[in-house]
């Protein structure tokens, strides 16, 4: 499993989209958490293998109906040591 730091702009916060994410993200066994950045993006932080990045990616470009998905920037994380019980919203 590989950790992942996706960064997400475009009109992404107060349009449900953390919950959309947290909810599609859990279903597919996603471990890891989504929280609003004060600049306006959205950071998701994720453990996942590679068969599982198509997905992954493919909920974050759509987002909840309210929301308008610019741009994602993906960053593989070198080490995390966190340990995640599902995938949470992070406040």
Do not use: C, H, W
């Amino acid at each position: 499993m590989e950790s992942y730091r996706f960064l997400i702009s475009g009109k992404v916060q107060g349009v449900f989209y953390r919950k959309f994410v947290a909810q599609k993200l859990r279903a597919l066994g996603i471990q890891g958490y989504v929280r609003n950045l004060p600049d306006g993006r959205v950071e998701v932080v994720a453990r996942l293998v590679e068969e599982e990045m198509p997905a992954v990616l493919e909920t974050l470009k759509e987002g909840s109906p309210m929301s308008e998905v610019e741009k994602i920037v993906t960053q593989s994380l070198d080490e995390d040591d966190l340990i995640y019980d599902g995938f949470e919203i992070r406040y």
